[in-house]
């Protein structure tokens, strides 16, 4: 079976210190890859999603990055975090020819 | 911009009613979906309805989609105080690999 796993599950970062959250989907190839931030009591904004193996798309102007170094490797990073990306952050996979969306337990990340 | 838009935004209900929630989108679809999350987790995936479809139905759930109106109904019918999460429309477009998400209807249920 397919399971998804992302970490860490929580972490308190300085403003201007980088950032890296990482995930990996284990049972499955080719998996459509997705990085949605929620802010507190809030839906889901779609930041990054990825088809491939360095195949990276992104919906949010922003600074934060995300990369796909192997085909079930999804990595959201940044250089300088602002007070603005603290959040809970959900990575996700999607199997190409399906439609469900696996989540999975998130990050909680507060910038002070 | 966001694609599905839930309401409401919160609803109160007694343990044993009914909650219906709403979505509306923007663009077409090839299906839509309706996701649970229970504070501070992942989102859980409750029921997929097609465009050709009007109607589904889950155990307790039952999903109702009109895709002239661009809007999709979810009920829960005979609530219980584990059913209190938030739940979440999400659309898949035609032709594309992105699935939007509504802000969410959190239910609360009280025993």
């Known amino acids: 079976s397919q399971t998804i796993h992302q970490w860490p599950a929580t972490l308190v970062q300085p403003v201007g210190s980088p950032l890296s959250l990482e995930c990996t989907v284990e049972g499955t190839s080719n998996p459509n890859l997705y990085w949605y931030r929620q802010a507190a009591g809030r839906g889901l904004q779609l930041l990054f999603y990825?088809?491939?193996?360095?195949?990276i798309s992104s919906e949010v102007p922003q600074n934060l990055s995300a990369s796909r170094p192997q085909d079930r490797q999804f990595i959201l990073s940044s250089k300088k975090l602002l007070l603005s990306d603290s959040g809970f952050y959900l990575c996700?996979?999607?199997?190409?020819?399906?439609?469900?969306?696996?989540f999975g337990e998130g990050s909680w990340l507060t910038v002070v | 911009s966001q694609q599905g838009e839930e309401d409401p935004q919160a609803l109160s209900i007694q343990e044993g009613e009914n909650a219906t929630m709403n979505c509306s989108y923007k663009?077409?679809?090839?299906?839509l979906q309706w996701y649970r999350q229970n504070s501070g987790r992942g989102l859980v995936h409750l029921i997929l309805i097609r465009s050709n479809e009007r109607e589904k139905h889950s155990g307790r759930l039952r999903v109702t989609l009109d895709t002239s109106k661009k809007s999709s109904s979810l009920l829960i019918t005979a609530s219980r105080a584990a059913d209190t999460a938030s739940y979440f429309c999400a659309t898949f477009g035609t032709g594309g690999f992105k699935t939007i998400f509504g802000a969410g209807t959190r239910l609360f249920v009280k025993a």
């Open positions: 990825s088809v491939g193996i360095g195949q």
């Open positions: 663009t077409s679809i090839n299906n």
């Open positions: 996700a996979w999607r199997s190409g020819s399906g439609n469900t969306i696996y």
